[in-house]
C-alpha cells in the first residue's frame, strides 16, 4: 500500500542555518512527489513537485528537494532558512488515480 | 484571484445534528476532494470526485457524503456527526491532464473548515 513518512515531527533550527525535511515513500510505480507548506490557520501551498526527469527540483521560496529512487526519499533542503520559514510542512505522493496520500508533517521552528 | 472557498471555516455542533460545509472554486477545476487533518496523521482522503456526477471514496469516508452537481461545487454531508468526526477539514481542487502535465494534478487547498462535535 501507498504511505508516505515524515520521520520527524518536530524540528527546530536556527535563522540562516541550513536545513533538510525528510521524505520517504512507499510506491509500487514511479510516484509523483510533492512538497505542501501550510502556515498556522492557513490552507496548504505547494512548495515543489516532481513529476519526471530531472531528480533535483527547485520550487518557491528558496526551496528545492531531490529525488532518490534507491533510497525511496524526497529530501526537502534550505540552505539558509528565514524567520518567515516556520510552519508545517507536509511531504505527498500522488497517483494515477487521483488519490494523494500525505505525511504526518514536520513543524518547523526557527530560532533567532 | 483563483481560489477555493470553504464555509464555515469554524463550527461547533452536537452529535447527530446534519451538516454540510461546502467548497467552491473559481479555476474551473475538473477534480475536487476532501481530507481532514488529525494530529499526527497528517491529511487523509474523505471523498474525491473526477468531475460533475463522478464521485468516489478515499480513506475515509465512513460517515460522510459527497456530491457533484456543478463543476465548481463539492459540498461534504455529515448525516450524523460524531465526536470521532472532530477534525479540521480541507477542500482541494485541481486540473485532471492526460497524464500528469505542468499544471494537472497539483492541489489547491481552501483555507479550512475547523469543526467539533460535542
Known amino acids: 500500500a501507498q504511505s508516505v513518512t515524515q520521520p520527524d515531527i518536530h524540528i527546530t533550527v536556527s535563522e540562516g542555518a541550513s536545513l533538510e525535511l525528510r521524505c520517504n515513500y512507499s510506491?509500487?510505480?514511479?510516484?509523483?512527489l510533492f512538497w505542501y507548506v501550510q502556515s498556522p490557520g492557513q490552507g496548504l501551498q505547494l512548495l515543489l513537485k516532481?513529476?519526471?526527469?530531472?531528480?533535483l527540483v527547485q520550487g518557491i521560496k528558496g526551496f528545492e528537494a531531490e529525488f532518490k529512487r534507491s533510497q525511496s526519499s524526497f529530501n526537502l533542503r534550505k540552505p539558509s532558512v528565514h524567520w518567515s520559514d516556520a510552519a508545517e510542512y507536509f511531504c505527498?505522493?500522488?497517483?494515477?488515480?487521483?488519490?494523494?496520500?500525505f505525511g504526518s508533517g514536520t513543524k518547523l521552528n526557527v530560532k533567532p | 484571484e483563483a481560489q477555493v472557498t470553504q464555509n464555515p471555516r469554524y463550527l461547533i455542533t452536537v452529535t447527530g445534528k446534519k451538516l454540510t460545509v461546502t467548497c467552491s472554486q473559481n479555476?474551473?477545476?475538473?477534480?475536487m476532494s476532501w481530507y481532514r487533518q488529525d494530529p499526527g496523521l497528517g491529511l487523509r482522503q474523505i471523498y474525491y470526485?473526477?468531475?460533475?456526477?463522478?464521485?468516489d471514496k478515499g480513506d475515509v469516508p465512513e460517515g460522510y457524503k459527497v456530491s457533484r452537481k456543478e463543476k465548481r461545487n463539492f459540498p461534504l454531508i455529515l448525516e450524523s456527526p460524531s465526536p470521532n468526526q472532530t477534525s479540521l477539514y480541507f477542500c482541494?481542487?485541481?486540473?485532471?491532464?492526460?497524464?500528469?502535465?505542468?499544471?494537472?494534478?497539483?492541489?489547491?487547498f481552501g483555507a479550512g473548515s475547523r469543526l467539533t462535535v460535542l
Open positions: 505527498a505522493v500522488g497517483d494515477n488515480f487521483n488519490k494523494f496520500y
Open positions: 470526485s473526477m468531475n460533475v456526477e463522478v464521485t
Open positions: 516532481y513529476f519526471s526527469g530531472d531528480t
Open positions: 479555476m474551473n477545476h475538473e477534480y
Open positions: 510506491y509500487g510505480a514511479t510516484p509523483y
Open positions: 482541494a481542487s485541481s486540473h485532471r491532464g492526460g497524464g500528469l502535465s505542468s499544471g494537472a494534478n497539483v492541489l489547491t
